[in-house]
C-alpha cells in the first residue's frame, strides 16, 4: 500500500466532514450544498481506498476491509455521503497507523551488500592497485588491510594477525592468521595487514553463498496472517449476512446500509495498529528495537524455541576452563606469571589468560618476544616461560596430559612442562534459569541449540543450559533448512546475532538479533535487542502477550457491541448515520483500551 495516499486519503476525509459540519450547522445550509465536501471526499479519498480492497479480493484475500468497501459503496448508491466519509476516514486512518509500526523494516539484501568491499587491492609488482572485487580470480594475491572486510576467500601468504568470523561461521574466537591459514569473504580483519592468495572468485565466495541463501529465504517467506485478518475472516460473512437478512426482512436498503456502516470493524482498522505501535513503544523503552510489528502478535504462540550458540547463549569470548598443572608447578608461580607476560601480547587469547591471573601479584617480564606460530617466549621473575602450543612440547619430548575439547595452550617453563590451559566460549550465567523458564511459563515444548561450532563445545554449552536437542556444525544453508521445516507445521522462535544466522532468522515465525554488532543479523531479525541479554529476550516475550491480549480485549469487545448495535440497526433503530456515530463511539472505547498497552512498565521476569 502507499504510505503517502492513505496519509492523503485521511486527511481529504477528515477536511470533508469538517467542512460539511461547518457548512450544515455553521452557515444553516440545507439545500444540498453542505453535501458537496462529503461527494468529494469520497471522489478523491474514498475511491482509492475502494479500489485498493478491490484488487485484494480479486486476488483471492477475504478480510475485514471487505466491509468497509461494502459501506462506501452502499452509502455512495444510497446518497449517505455523511456516513460514507466517516468509513473512508476509518479505513485509511487505521491504515495509516498500521504502515506508520511497520515502516522501517528495510532489506538484508541491502545490508550484505553494503557490508562487503565494492574494491579489493590487488599485489601489482612492488605495490597494489584497487580493481573492482568481481575482478579477482584464482591465484591473484590481494592486501587486506587493518580492519577491512576480506572480498574474496583465499589463504594467507604473508602477514601474522587476526580475523573475526564469528558472524560467519559460529566459531566464538578471533582466530590468529599465519602463513598457510584459511580466510573466509566477509571476514574482519584484525589490527594488522595480510596478504593473501584468492581461492575464489567473488562471485563463489563464503559471503555470496550466504547472500544467495538469503535472497531465496527472502523471496520464499510466508506471509503472515495477521490478527486482524484472523478475526475479520469469521466476522466479515457474518456481519454481511445480518445485513443481507436485515434487507430481506425489511425490504429496505437502507436497513443493509446502517447494519453494515455499524458493523465495519474499525476496531480491527484501528484498535489492533494502536496496540501495537503501544508495545512498539514499550519495547524501545527497554533497548528493543521492533522492525517488524507482526512478530508482536505471533511471538506469544511460539513453542518451539531455538538459539545460535556464539554471542546468544554464550558471550563469545574465551575464559579458562580448566589449567592442568605439572609436577612440582602451582597456580600462584605458572599463572602469575603468564598473566604479566599476556599483557603485552594480542593474541585471541590472551585477554582470558590475564584475566585468569589478574588476582595474582604481577611479576617482572624481560626479553618477551611473540614469534608466529610459535607462541610467546619471555624471561618471567628470572625464569625462561613459553606460551606455546602442544606441536612445541612435542619438539622438546615433553610428555602432556591427553588433548580435550575446546582451545589448549601450553605453558614452558625452564624448559619443563608447567600446565596445560583449556579455554571454553564462556556461556551467559542466566541461561540454565532461561531455558527452564521457556518451558515453564511460555509452554515451550522444544528448545534446540542450532550452531556451526564444533559438536564438543555444542554439547558441552547445551549441558551446562539444559538444552537436550542439539545441531552442530550446521552452515547457514543448514541452519535455514532446519528453520523452514519445523516453521511450515508450528510457530518458531528463532535467536541469533551472526551473518550466519540471517537466512534463519528470516526463515523463522519471530527471529530476534540479540544484540547491535551484528548489524546484517538486525536487518534480517523482526526485533534487535540492543542489550544483549537473554532476560531481554523473555521481556519481548511478556511484551507481546500483553500487546495479544489488550488487542483482542479491543478488537473483540468492539466488535460484540457493533454486534448489538447491527441488532438494533436491523430493526430500524438507527439510521446510517447514528450508526456510523456510534461506531465510532465503540472507536473511542477499543482505542482508549488499546493505548494501555504503551503504559505497561515492561518489567523483565525473574525466573
Not at 142 to 171: K, Q, R, W
Amino acid at each position: 500500500m502507499n504510505f503517502s495516499r492513505d496519509i492523503a486519503s485521511a486527511g481529504v476525509a477528515f477536511a470533508g466532514i469538517a467542512v460539511h459540519v461547518i457548512l450544515r450547522y455553521g452557515a444553516g445550509l440545507e439545500d444540498g450544498r453542505q453535501e458537496w465536501p462529503l461527494v468529494l471526499a469520497l471522489l478523491l479519498g474514498g475511491a482509492p481506498q475502494v479500489w485498493t480492497v478491490a484488487r485484494r479480493v480479486l486476488t483471492g484475500r477475504f478480510d475485514a476491509d471487505i466491509l468497509a468497501m461494502v459501506s462506501i459503496v452502499t452509502s455512495v448508491i444510497l446518497r449517505e455521503y455523511l456516513a460514507g466519509t466517516i468509513i473512508v476516514l476509518m479505513l485509511a486512518g487505521g491504515t495509516v497507523l498500521e504502515q506508520y509500526a511497520t515502516k522501517k523494516a528495510s532489506s538484508v539484501l541491502d545490508a550484505l551488500a553494503q557490508r562487503m568491499p565494492r574494491t579489493a587491492h590487488r599485489v601489482v609488482g612492488e605495490g597494489t592497485e584497487d580493481v573492482p572485487a568481481d575482478e579477482i580470480r584464482p591465484g591473484d594475491q590481494l592486501v587486506i588491510f587493518p580492519h577491512e572486510a576480506c572480498p574474496v576467500d583465499g589463504v594467507v601468504v604473508s602477514g601474522h594477525g587476526t580475523m573475526n568470523e564469528a558472524y560467519l561461521t559460529g566459531e566464538p574466537y578471533l582466530l590468529a592468521k599465519l602463513p598457510g591459514s584459511a580466510v573466509l569473504s566477509g571476514a574482519m580483519n584484525g589490527d594488522s595487514a595480510l596478504t593473501i592468495r584468492a581461492s575464489k572468485p567473488a562471485v563463489d565466495s563464503r559471503y555470496a553463498q550466504i547472500m544467495k541463501v538469503v535472497q531465496e529465504t527472502e523471496e520464499n517467506q510466508p506471509a503472515m496472517r495477521r490478527l486482524a485478518e484472523r478475526l475479520g475472516a469469521w466476522y466479515t460473512p457474518l456481519a454481511l449476512a445480518m445485513a443481507g437478512a436485515a434487507w430481506a426482512w425489511s425490504g429496505s436498503a437502507e436497513r443493509f446500509l446502517s447494519v453494515i456502516v455499524v458493523a465495519t470493524p474499525c476496531p480491527l482498522l484501528i484498535g489492533i495498529p494502536v496496540a501495537v505501535i503501544g508495545a512498539i513503544s514499550l519495547a524501545a523503552k527497554n533497548g528493543i528495537l521492533i522492525r517488524k510489528a507482526a512478530a508482536l502478535e505471533d511471538i506469544d504462540r511460539c513453542r518451539v524455541f531455538i538459539f545460535d550458540k556464539t554471542g546468544t547463549l554464550t558471550y563469545g569470548k574465551p575464559a579458562v576452563s580448566e589449567v592442568i598443572y605439572g609436577e612440582g608447578f602451582a597456580r600462584e608461580s605458572v599463572l602469575g606469571a603468564v598473566a604479566s607476560m599476556e599483557r603485552y601480547s594480542r593474541h585471541p587469547l590472551a585477554t582470558a589468560l590475564v584475566e585468569a591471573g589478574q588476582d595474582l601479584p604481577p611479576v617482572e617480564v624481560t626479553a618477551l618476544q611473540e614469534l608466529p606460530g610459535q607462541g610467546l617466549v619471555a624471561t618471567a621473575g628470572g625464569v625462561a616461560v613459553e606460551v606455546t602450543g602442544r606441536k612445541r612440547a612435542g619438539v622438546l619430548g615433553l610428555t602432556l596430559p591427553a588433548e580435550g575439547a575446546g582451545l589448549e595452550c601450553v605453558v614452558l617453563m625452564g624448559g619443563k612442562f608447567a600446565a596445560l590451559v583449556r579455554f571454553r566460549d564462556q556461556p551467559r550465567p542466566d541461561a540454565p534459569d532461561f531455558i527452564r523458564h521457556l518451558g515453564e511459563r511460555h509452554g515451550g515444548t522444544r528448545v534446540v541449540l542450532l550452531s556451526g561450532d564444533r559438536e564438543s563445545e555444542v554439547r558441552y554449552l547445551a549441558e551446562l543450559a539444559g538444552i537436550s536437542e542439539v545441531k552442530f556444525g550446521q552452515s547457514p544453508e543448514e541452519k535455514v533448512r532446519f528453520v523452514t521445516e519445523i516453521a511450515a507445521t508450528m510457530p518458531v522462535l528463532y535467536v541469533g546475532d551472526g551473518i550466519n544466522d540471517a537466512p534463519a532468522l528470516l526463515a523463522a515465525t519471530v527471529g530476534i538479533a540479540l544484540g547491535d554488532k551484528g548489524e546484517i543479523a538486525v536487518q534480517a531479525a523482526d526485533a534487535a535487542i540492543l542489550e544483549p541479554s537473554l532476560r531481554r529476550v523473555d521481556q519481548l516475550i511478556h511484551i507481546g502477550r500483553r500487546m495479544r491480549r489488550i488487542a483482542l480485549q479491543s478488537a473483540v469487545g468492539g466488535m460484540a457491541l457493533s454486534g448489538i448495535c447491527m441488532v438494533l440497526a436491523g430493526f430500524g433503530y438507527l439510521t446510517p448515520a447514528a450508526g456510523a456515530l456510534a461506531q465510532e463511539a465503540i472507536d473511542v472505547a477499543a482505542v482508549l483500551n488499546a493505548l494501555r498497552v504503551g503504559l505497561g512498565e515492561g518489567k523483565m521476569t525473574d525466573y
